[in-house]
């Protein structure tokens, strides 16, 4: 069984913000795979089915970004879910809007919800899925910045960038992070 995580804050008022694309992630391949996230288990949305012939669960954590690592943990305990088998896709402002970078290890990047996964966790050593939501000006904080919505030309660029991930997804389902990361990586170069 996998679990693919997708990192955000709950609330119609966080729905459209950068810092959710994760959540959009995970709503996209539910659309496509006919998934229904709307279990609730251990302060996450989830739903479980089938991709590519592979048992997945699709989760959207609860507990605000922050505290990402509150709800993971407990999934991965209550399903028996080893860490080779985690996916956390997360937005990341270091890189350009729409560009991935998908990875088998790492630190958090100053990324909170990463952060919480981390530590809770106890490891680094998971796979993820970054996605970019590019930096801010000189005139808004971090913070503003990734509970901000898109612009309209940004927006099209992240509806794409999801598409992309859902690609990338697959590829890391049906042939393992190692190959997923070449594609993905080797796609934004």
């Known amino acids: 069984?996998?679990?693919?995580?997708?990192?955000?804050?709950?609330?119609?008022?966080?729905?459209?913000?950068?810092?959710?694309?994760?959540?959009?992630?995970?709503?996209?391949?539910?659309?496509?795979?006919?998934?229904?996230?709307?279990?609730?288990?251990?302060?996450?949305?989830?739903?479980?089915?089938m991709i590519?012939?592979?048992?997945?669960?699709?989760?959207?954590?609860?507990?605000?970004?922050?505290?990402?690592?509150?709800?993971?943990?407990?999934?991965?305990?209550?399903?028996?879910?080893?860490?080779?088998?985690?996916?956390?896709?997360?937005?990341?402002?270091?890189?350009?809007p729409g560009k991935l970078r998908m990875r088998k290890t790492g630190g958090h990047g100053g990324h909170n919800g990463m952060r919480s996964l981390i530590d809770r966790l106890g490891t680094k050593d998971f796979s993820r899925l970054r996605i970019g939501i590019g930096k801010p000006n000189e005139h808004i904080q971090?913070?503003?910045?990734?509970?901000?919505?898109?612009?309209k030309e940004e927006q099209s660029v992240m509806e794409e960038a999801v598409k992309r991930s859902c690609q990338g997804i697959l590829l890391w389902l049906d042939e393992g992070i190692d190959q997923a990361m070449n594609q993905i990586n080797r796609d934004m170069e």
């Open 52 to 96: 590519n012939g592979r048992k997945v669960i699709l989760a959207q954590p609860q507990t605000y970004m922050n505290l990402s690592g509150e709800a993971v943990a407990p999934l991965m305990n209550y399903f028996k879910i080893p860490l080779e088998n985690l996916l956390v896709i997360y937005d990341d402002l270091d890189l350009d």
């Open 142 to 151: 971090g913070k503003d910045f990734v509970l901000g919505k898109f612009d």
């Open 1 to 49: 069984m996998y679990l693919i995580v997708g990192l955000g804050n709950p609330g119609r008022e966080y729905a459209e913000t950068r810092h959710n694309i994760g959540f959009w992630v995970i709503h996209e391949l539910a659309n496509k795979h006919n998934i229904s996230v709307a279990g609730v288990k251990s302060r996450a949305l989830y739903g479980q089915g």
